[in-house]
T-cell receptor
Framework: GAGVSQTPSNKVTEKGKYVELRCDPI?????LYWYRQSLGQGPEFLIY????????DSGLPNDRFFAVRPEGSVSTLKIQRTERGDSAVYLC?????????????FGAGSRLTVL | DAKTTQPNSMESNEEEPVHLPCNHS???????IHWYRQLPSQGPEYVIH???SNVNNRMASLAIAEDRKSSTLILHRATLRDAAVYYC????????????FGKGTKLTVNP
């Protein structure tokens, strides 16, 4: 597609449940990023993929969060045993992956609400 | 990580120019200066980037100080659709390619 697609756009779940958020990057973009954004804050980096491998996962807050990109295209962010503090908008972005100057294109985000 | 400092908020009138400042006194020689903006209920959107020289594109201009310790994003004629949070970000040419966002500047455009 023309842009970065994220599904679902909204997800409401109960505390303790498992959640998967999907990201479809722009075709041909080798780099893929996950961010989360709480109300009134700037996006917070979670993880970045170059191809199939996680090049930098330093932003994942704990081992309940995990992300995969098995074929170097679509990525899934997985959150186990969700907590109310996980409520946020989860943003995905992709880029061509050239160092320094390359531009990220963001999706509209998936809003997660944990009750 | 090199950090940026921006005002929390700014206000402008429609059809007037807007100058959004950013300080980055610890910038290194290989860091690119990127600007993104985020409209309400949307993901961030790329605006412009530069390394040393001033840059122009269809959306905005980027003026970079000679010592590179500060930069200014210039919107030549603000419209109501320019109301957004503007983020100034240093993009490292080496190492991890992640963008590190601050809180940005919330721009209000008055009709």
């Amino acid at each position: 597609g023309a842009g970065v697609s994220q599904t679902p756009s909204n997800k409401v779940t109960e505390k303790g449940k498992y959640v998967e958020l999907r990201c479809d990057p722009i075709s041909g973009h080798t780099a893929l990023y996950w961010y989360r954004q709480s109300l009134g804050q700037g996006p917070e980096f979670l993880i970045y993929f170059q191809g199939t491998g996680a090049a930098d996962d330093s932003g994942l807050p704990n081992d309940r969060f995990f992300a995969v990109r098995p074929e170097g295209s679509v990525s899934t962010l997985k959150i186990q045993r969700t907590e109310r503090g996980d409520s946020a908008v989860y943003l995905c972005a992709s880029s061509r992956g050239s160092p320094g100057a390359n531009v990220l294109t963001f999706g509209a985000g998936s809003r997660l609400t944990v009750l | 990580d090199a950090k940026t400092t921006q005002p929390n908020s700014m206000e402008s009138n429609e059809e007037e120019p807007v100058h959004l400042p950013c300080n980055h006194s610890t910038i290194s020689g290989t860091d690119y200066i990127h600007w993104y903006r985020q409209l309400p209920s949307q993901g961030p959107e790329y605006v412009i980037h530069g390394l040393t020289s001033n840059v122009n594109n269809r959306m905005a201009s980027l003026a970079i100080a000679e010592d590179r310790k500060s930069s200014t994003l210039i919107l030549h004629r603000a419209t109501l659709r320019d109301a957004a949070v503007y983020y100034c970000i240093l993009r490292f040419a080496r190492g991890s390619e992640k963008l590190v966002f601050g809180k940005g500047t919330k721009l209000t455009v008055n009709p």
